[in-house]
């Protein structure tokens, strides 16, 4: 059984900083990509972040020279760094990992708020 835990959601002012963490558990032979989505209120689930296992990233345009992601592979963890918060980035973030078992599978965390306001 996989699980991906995250944890550092939370409520911050505009132009604050919040750290995401996830970590994978459970057995498994490989991870391949991790990564962040996103779903604000009244809105499609969305593509924050990825990192793959040879650290290649990619970023939504709209948190692109804000957010930063990286990863462990050694702990089977994923961590987004938010700076320059703004009330858009107000969502559930979910953190998603392409894991082999007997297949690929995608697998997805339960979800953490992070709220930008004032």
């Known amino acids: 059984q996989v699980q991906l835990v995250e944890s550092g959601g939370g409520l911050v002012q505009p132009g604050g900083s919040l750290r995401l963490s996830c970590a994978a558990s459970g057995r498994f032979f490989r991870i391949n990509v991790m990564g962040w989505y996103r779903q604000a209120p009244g809105k499609e689930r969305e593509l924050v972040a990825t990192?793959?296992?040879?650290?290649?990233?990619n970023y939504a345009d709209s948190v692109k020279g804000r957010f930063t992601i990286d990863g462990d592979n050694a702990k089977s963890t994923v961590s987004l760094q938010m700076n320059n918060l703004e009330p858009e980035d107000t969502a559930v973030y979910y953190c998603?990992?392409?894991?082999?078992?007997?297949?690929?599978?995608?697998?997805w965390g339960i979800g953490t708020l992070v709220t930008v306001s004032s």
């Open positions: 998603n990992a392409l894991i082999y078992i007997n297949n690929w599978t995608n697998y």
């Open positions: 990192i793959t296992r040879d650290g290649s990233t």
